[in-house]
């Protein structure tokens, strides 16, 4: 599990299936937890005890474990907004999926608006809550490097938010996903990287 930051003074985040709590992220550390064993269905993601969440409180999140695959990262960003009763946008994403090898990206859209780019001479156009992993082609072929371009729709235009050259990855796969900007009006976004072996 992954968290950016902890909204609406949260302090850490408890993971719970069932009674039980599996986990609690510490949101003032580094935002990330060891791999934890779960169970097929309902996880919850709180900040109360699991007693308090079932007499009402509503939880951060509730998610169900999805029937195939068998190992998940789930990664929680803040909303935009800070709702309290939606505070946080996520992805729970299957690492597993022999699709998602070396040098290759796991693009998310978790904006409003539809975004597309290239990565190298890959295409990719994603509509909002859309995902696609990508594998870059270089150009030439063989290349160190790939021009890296991103950008959305607004208004009938395509507003450039990211032109730049990325190195090509040999021993590593990118998560990024992309995300609201309310600051400058525009979008942004959020990558880490995951080193071979994968579990």
Known sequence: MMCKQGVNGASELKIIQGKKILHELDLSAPLTSDPLPIA??????TREEPS????GVAPVLDLKIPESGKRFVLVLFPAPGGKREQPYLYRLIRTDDQ??????LY?????SLQIGGLLGTAKFNLSPNASEIVTPLPAPSGARVYQSRFYFQFEGKARIFNDTRWPISRSARIYLFFVPDPNRNSVGYLSFREYAPFP
């Open 40 to 45: 097929r269905g309902n996880l919850l993601i």
């Open 107 to 111: 693009l998310s859209n978790l904006t």
């Open 52 to 55: 308090e969440t079932e007499s």
């Open 99 to 104: 699709r998602f090898g070396v040098s290759d």
